[in-house]
């Protein structure tokens, strides 16, 4: 009797060990690898309760390399150069990039840095990289620009329709401030910081 029921204690011990070691498994199935479960670390991704695609934050670039980095991600920059060098070689007879570095020097326009870069079908794209968002979008109404592609500090005109196309996934937003511009049904508007400009997920090509 005293074996029978040591043997039924030791079985027990073993069903308790085995149950609390699943219940550890299944935490750590969870575990991202920093301690968030796979719930927080995904907050933000996806859609939302009510099945629209949840708002997610802008992309960040405080220099030019970065904005190339992030660009080449998604399709192409490459022989990254100043804006004022670009403007005076023969490329831009042929291809002019977006603006002029007047608009640098003109504390109106929030441009801190402008530079140029070519994609994988021959077109030049140009990258401005901002210290004042509201500011830019300011000047950009107030001279009737067409859209452009922004981020949260930093803008980019893409070289031509293949490009923009490749940008789609990047997660930018196109900056609108063109009253006359229609936006087809279905694609996101926001209000952008300026009075009459929106942001929209319909790239224009």
Partial sequence: MRIRRAITIGALLLMSASLTACGDDGDAGNSDGDGRSSASASTGAGKGDSGESASTELPEASDMASIAYYLNQYGS?????????????????????????????????????????????????????????KKFQTSMRAGNYSSILIGKDFAVEPGGTETIEDLKASGLVALSCDPERQIPSGYKQEPAQVDGCVLTNYYAN
Avoid: F, Q
């Fill in 77 to 133: 920059c490459l022989d990254l150069t100043p804006g004022a060098e670009y403007d005076d070689s023969s490329l831009a007879d042929h291809d002019p990039a977006w603006g002029d570095d007047n608009m640098t020097r003109d504390p109106a326009w929030g441009i801190k840095e402008r530079a140029v870069c070519r994609d994988n079908y021959d077109d030049s794209s140009t990258l401005l990289v901002l210290s004042d968002m």
